[in-house]
């Protein structure tokens, strides 16, 4: 019998969780660190509690939006009638989360992985020693997992305290809803927070440091989101960055660069996050690192040191949970000898949780536009569909590229309430090379969004290189 290959994986978020659970199915002895609680920050802090807030506040833009519909509520705006009691949000956000933790560590343990509580660092790259409340743990290894993810980034003049200078961790510690809070940075987390506190009822202010916010997204659906903020009226302050932010009295001051104080209840710092790579002993172990302080990997999530390998947010590769999940996953059947398709960064979707969501998946309109690919594209705005018309909401598009010989289908966005649903049709034509043909051959429901994909792509079928925007 072959000797059994121990595993130890540091860190219980996605990249780590998913990985344990295929190195079990593998024949591994795996053995997972965690020093918080399992499903990681993607399940306790970042990922699950943001979509269970943004899910309360979509509720709130609805009703918001009823009178479009004919259906009048008494008092001018949708907090004169309904009462957000943000400690009872907060606390279902936390319930929630803290129960779908418990539901990986019981799946964990039903496919036999040792769960250890502790904080882990590598002793050489075939031994991991864990604090632990028990004291020192020490792990043999014949392969590691380094996927411990990453922590908020602090401006060093703005520090956060947890009650009116917060973090993304810290707003579910919010008992009322701040009457005006700033938010710092229109990345991803940035706008999504923006959003949601604005979908709740919130005066947000949100200080862009570049022209138009989700500055890494597709800058047409950029675009639409911005102006949909602007409209629900939100200020925007772009091309701006803050510097400092302190308390004053009850409420905060934010510092601009530019010399400029601007005052709010609160402040939410959406500035990006460092990796948790420090203090691993990660390079005595041979593991190389960017100059960012990532864990440097490959397509199998191979580090520079052959027994350990390393999935998530921590090797800086996408800071998504399903990218995290799958470099775990690879690392796996890398290590134990399954058959493995390499990361392939072409095929990934994701989504903004904004009010509308933005999806995109595959090739991006920038890789487009820097000449990587010869694509054929069509934007098709979603305001003379029927369906979204019905439903009121008139602002977003569909976009499809595909290759202008084959007509297959290499990348799309979706900008529409439930984009994140949307998308799947356009990431399947993606992965299974779908030409766009083929792709509008299928039926759609009448009326629906997807009516307009098939119509993006029915519109692709005599394609030149120029694009087609209608
Ligand atoms: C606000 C926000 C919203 C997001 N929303 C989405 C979304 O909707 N969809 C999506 O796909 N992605 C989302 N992301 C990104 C997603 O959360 C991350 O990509 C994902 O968490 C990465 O998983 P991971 O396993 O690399 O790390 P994490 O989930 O961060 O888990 C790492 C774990 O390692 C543990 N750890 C660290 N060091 C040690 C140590 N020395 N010993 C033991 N344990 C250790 C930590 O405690 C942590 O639990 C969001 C991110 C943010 C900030
Ligand atoms: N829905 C999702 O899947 C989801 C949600 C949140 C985050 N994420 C992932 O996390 C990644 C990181 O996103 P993020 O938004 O946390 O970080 P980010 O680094 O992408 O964005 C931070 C933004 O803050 C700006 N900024 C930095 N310093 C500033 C200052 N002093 N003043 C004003 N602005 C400043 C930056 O220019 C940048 O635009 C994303 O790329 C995404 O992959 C995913």
Redesign the pocket.
């Given at each position: 019998m072959a000797p059994v290959t121990k595993v130890v994986i540091?860190?219980?978020?996605?990249?780590?969780y998913e990985a344990a659970l295929v190195a079990t199915q593998l024949g591994g002895d795996v053995t997972l660190?965690?020093?918080?609680?399992l499903g990681?920050?993607?399940v306790?802090t970042?990922?699950v509690p943001?979509?269970t807030l943004i899910a309360t506040a979509e509720v709130m833009v609805r009703i918001e939006n009823a009178r479009q519909l004919g259906l009048h509520l008494p008092g001018d705006a949708v907090t004169d009638v309904v009462r957000v009691d943000l400690a009872e949000v907060n606390q279902r956000v936390l319930d929630l989360a803290l129960a779908q933790s418990s539901d990986i560590r019981q799946r964990l343990l039903q496919e036999g992985v040792a769960i250890v509580i502790?904080?882990?660092?590598l002793d050489g790259a075939n031994v991991v020693i864990a604090d632990t409340e028990h004291g020192q743990e020490r792990f043999d290894a014949d392969i590691v997992l380094v996927?411990?993810?990453?922590t908020p980034r602090e401006l060093p003049d703005a520090p956060c305290d947890g009650e009116r200078i917060l973090n993304?961790k810290q707003v579910y510690n919010l008992t009322d809803l701040p009457e005006r809070l700033i938010v710092v940075g229109s990345g991803v987390?940035g706008a999504?927070f923006a959003s949601a506190f604005d979908g709740l009822g919130c005066d947000v202010v949100l200080v862009s440091s570049r022209k138009q916010v989700l500055p890494g997204e597709d800058q047409d659906a950029a675009a639409v989101l911005q102006k949909a903020f602007e409209r629900r009226g939100m200020t925007i302050m772009s091309e701006r960055r803050a510097v400092a932010a302190r308390r004053e009295g009850d409420g905060v001051v934010v510092t601009l660069a530019d010399g400029e104080e601007i005052t709010g209840s609160h402040c939410l710092m959406a500035v990006g996050?460092i990796p948790?790579s420090a203090g691993?002993g990660l390079e005595e172990a041979g593991v190389e690192l960017t100059p960012s302080g990532h864990i440097k990997v490959d397509r199998v999530s191979r580090t520079s040191n052959r027994h350990v390998y390393a999935?998530?947010?921590?090797t800086g590769v996408f800071?998504?949970?399903?990218?995290?999940a799958m470099q775990g996953r690879v690392a796996m059947w890398h290590s134990l000898g399954d058959a493995v398709t390499p990361l392939d960064l072409r095929l990934v979707s994701?989504?903004v949780?904004t009010t509308p969501e933005v999806a995109t998946v595959g090739l991006s309109q920038k890789e487009v536009d820097a000449g990587l690919v010869r694509v054929s594209s069509v934007l098709l705005p979603l305001g003379p569909n029927a369906r979204s018309k019905m439903q009121g909401f008139t602002e977003g598009f569909v976009k499809l590229f595909c290759l202008p010989t084959t007509g297959i289908i290499v990348g799309g966005v979706v900008v529409a309430p439930r984009a994140s649903e949307l998308i799947h049709a356009v990431s399947i034509a993606v992965s299974q090379q779908v030409n766009v043909d083929d792709f509008s051959h299928a039926f759609t429901v009448y009326p629906s969004m997807s009516g307009s994909l098939a119509e993006a792509a029915r519109r692709l079928h005599k394609r030149d290189a120029a694009v087609l925007t209608n």
């Open positions: 540091i860190g219980g978020g996605p990249g780590g660190i965690e020093r918080d609680g990681g920050a993607a306790l970042d990922c943001s979509k502790g904080q882990a660092r996927a411990t993810g990453t993304w987390t999504e996050a948790n691993l999935a998530g947010d921590v800071a998504l949970a399903s990218v995290a994701s989504n949780f």
